[in-house]
């Protein structure tokens, strides 16, 4: 129906900020989420958010949300993300990460005018230092980077077979309030909000691409709105500046008004750690129009306000 948005995954992180951006625009949004990870808290009360509780490893569920509500536009975001999730138990990542994009692929097929899927930067070649486009080679080091680039086969297939028009928008480190996931941003505050100056971290040398989740919902949306010739696009999603983790726990610091010192400790050190990563968002600009509005600085202090301070009083 038109005006009818789907956002699989939508209470989480990511989700519920663009169900938020879907709501601010005007769409009737529904949200399909297992509560696995998303929170019904971070979602509007409206007449015009409608939750359903739902597994995408449900394929009559799935359907069934897509017949009842005809959604022309559906982002799809629902999978495990955490890293070290994957790592301890890929089937369970492969479940979700693939075969539930297929149950969404087949739930969609001839019925929804777009279909947007959600990706990752991290499947670009992790030798490559330069700003990471499009076209860039594509080399992933984990389970979850398999089952991401195995998903985007599968959507790539969807679209060959003429089942659908679909978009892979690959997000960059998302950052900002209603994380779900014990990333490193978490991490930090978490340390900081128990009053622990001195914080512990494994490699401090990363840069990474940082981008507040808003700006992410915003991107996705945009793609929504943007007018496309190919059935099948893709799009970087980041804000094409990278910081190391060092400034990123320098900006935290500011953020709650302490000077902390750094610790890198050898349980936290991954093995392995790309050297950086960074996006190229020059197709975002000029196709979506979009830029990101947010910058580090912003999404950090917006964690400590609207997070840590309500943790630190309870
Ligand atoms: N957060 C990032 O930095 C980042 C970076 C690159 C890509 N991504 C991708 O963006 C998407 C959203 O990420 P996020 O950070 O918001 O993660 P998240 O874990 O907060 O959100 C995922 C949502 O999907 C739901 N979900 C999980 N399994 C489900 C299932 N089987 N059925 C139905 N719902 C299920 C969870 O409850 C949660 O609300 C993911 O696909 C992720 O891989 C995120």
Redesign the pocket.
Same mark, same amino acid.
């Given at each position: 129906m038109k005006n009818n948005y789907l956002v $699989?995954?939508?209470?989480?992180? $990511?989700?519920s900020h663009l169900t938020d951006v879907c709501y601010a625009n005007g769409k009737n949004v529904i949200v399909?989420?297992?509560?696995? +990870?998303?929170k019904m808290e971070y979602l509007k009360q409206s007449p015009n958010v409608t939750v359903v509780k739902?597994? $995408? +490893?449900d394929p009559k569920a799935l359907a069934d949300c897509i017949d009842k509500y005809q959604p022309e536009v559906v982002f799809? +975001?629902?999978?495990?993300?955490?890293i070290p999730a994957c790592e301890n138990d890929p089937a369970n990542a492969l479940r $979700?990460?693939v075969e539930?994009t297929q149950n969404v692929l087949n739930a969609t097929a001839g019925k929804t005018p777009k279909l947007i899927f959600?990706?990752?930067?991290?499947i670009y070649d992790p030798e490559i230092t330069s700003a990471l486009n499009e076209n860039s080679n594509i080399r992933t080091g984990d389970i979850?980077g398999i089952t991401?680039l195995t998903a985007e086969e599968l959507v790539k297939y969807h679209v060959k077979k003429e089942r659908g028009h679909a978009i892979i928008a690959? +997000?960059?480190?998302?950052v900002g309030p209603r994380?779900?996931?014990p990333?490193l941003v978490p991490a930090i505050m978490d340390q900081l909000a128990e009053g622990n100056w001195n914080v512990e971290l494994g490699n401090l040398y990363p840069k990474r691409d940082y981008i507040h989740?808003r700006d992410i919902a915003e991107g996705l949306f945009a793609i929504s709105q943007t007018e496309l010739s190919t059935e099948l696009e893709i799009f970087n999603i980041g804000s094409g500046t990278e910081y190391t983790v060092e400034e990123l726990v320098s900006l935290c610091g500011e953020a709650s008004g302490s000077p902390i010192t750094i610790e890198s400790v050898e349980s936290r050190r991954r093995k392995y750690d790309r050297p950086n990563q960074l996006a190229d968002i020059s197709k975002m600009k000029s196709i979506c129009n979009w830029s990101p509005q947010r910058n580090l600085r912003i999404a950090l202090e917006e964690v400590w306000q609207t997070e840590m301070v309500e943790k630190i009083k309870r």
């Open positions: $699989i995954g939508g209470a989480g992180f $990511i989700g399909y989420d297992n509560f696995s +990870l998303g739902g597994d $995408i +490893l799809h +975001l629902a999978a495990i993300h955490f $979700i990460n539930g959600t990706s990752t930067g991290a979850y991401k690959r +997000l960059f480190n998302a994380e779900t996931n990333h989740a």
